[in-house]
């Protein structure tokens, strides 16, 4: 938790350092509430249902027309299921991203992006002993978002974010028979890829800017998270968004 609270300090501290007010041409934030439910390759996480899970974000767009972005998010879910293997499961990721926009037609713009994403994994097997426990891992992302203007006031939008992220160390158990022995292990890879696909309405602020608020359907996929096999975990649902833009 340590390390991705200095990761968020540094990152938005370097956004607004680059991205100075003088140089800022428009500035947006926002937060999604994210509700997700949990799918394991190996059937793993039973009886989690939807658990909310927050999202925040900054962006500001220099005159240059880069758009600086900064982008947080978590979830730690819980399950009482006697079944379940992992009863408690954390994700969580800070993306600092550089971006730029573009236009197809009068109707549709869209923006592309590149940066680091910083991310930490945890699970919890039955209440008793720490599964895998990745504290801290980082890697470089790309995405896209395309929104579809559909009147003056409401836009489809469609976007994913990829990044293949590295972890210098991290732990787990022996195995499920033996949760008493520890594993120790070095250089862990694995993917991530954030799906989302919803609508967003737009209105006009008195002071010019404007306020939106969204709901749409969104996916968190983690593959290969574990320290032999390619076992994947990924959250999925809906999430309602909001926003101001000036």
Known sequence: MKYLKKTAVAATFAITTIASPALAQS??????????GLSHSEGQVVGFGFTAAPEVWVELQSQGGLIYGLRAF?????????????????????????GKSFSMGSNTEGKVFGGMRFAKYYEQERGITNGLTVPKSYGLLGGIEIVQQMSNNLSLYG??????????????????????????????????????????????????????????????????????????????GFKLSFGMDF
């Open 159 to 236: 976007g994913s974010t990829a990044a293949i992220m590295f972890a210098p160390d991290y732990t787990d158990v022996s195995s499920t028979f033996r949760p008493d022995i520890i594993v120790n292990g070095t250089d862990l890879t694995f993917n991530t890829i954030d799906l989302n696909l919803g609508l967003r309405y737009k209105r006009q602020l008195a002071n010019g800017g404007n306020w939106h608020a969204g709901l749409g359907l969104t996916s968190k996929l983690w593959n290969g998270v574990s320290d032999g096999d390619s076992e994947n975990i990924s959250g999925y």
């Open 74 to 98: 978590r979830l730690e879910a819980d399950s009482a299921d006697p079944t379940t293997r992992y009863d408690n499961i954390v994700m969580q990721t800070i993306d600092l991203s550089i």
């Open 27 to 36: 500035f947006s934030a926002g937060i999604d509430l994210n509700y997700l």
